[in-house]
């Protein structure tokens, strides 16, 4: 009997842990939704996305824990663990993920600027010879009053 309810009191807190681990996927959806706007078809592929990792994670831990079987403090304890998380977490978290979001979208921009400006640079001598050839061909086809040649083809 004894082992039972051991049994039952260690799935619940899992189930707890799991339901923390769901509002922790929220919040990450939710911060990267602050950072980045996105247009409303995004939103739902996000909205999808959400619903699908959440569904692996219990079914994972009820097949890890309870051998698939799923049962009423179950749910209860996810319950109980997402709103543990939303009530005393989740604005912390939240915030250091905004922070890190926002740190992540500040270093990518620093790095594709720095890209292309190496870009730039590299193809430079390029465009400057192109430009330069542009000037010559120009200055060919025009008389000294500007005007240009037409040409018979």
Known sequence: MDDILYNQIRVLIVFNITGIIIGLIFDFFRAQRRAIKTINFITYIQDVLFWILSGIVIIISAITYTNGEIRSYMVLGLIVGVVF??????????SLASCIANYMIKLVSYITSFIFKWIKIMFSPITKLFNYLKKVIIKQKTLPNNKKILEKE
Not at 85 to 94: C, E, P
Request: charged share 10%.
């Open 85 to 94: 998380y939303f009530t005393l977490l989740s604005k912390y978290v939240l």
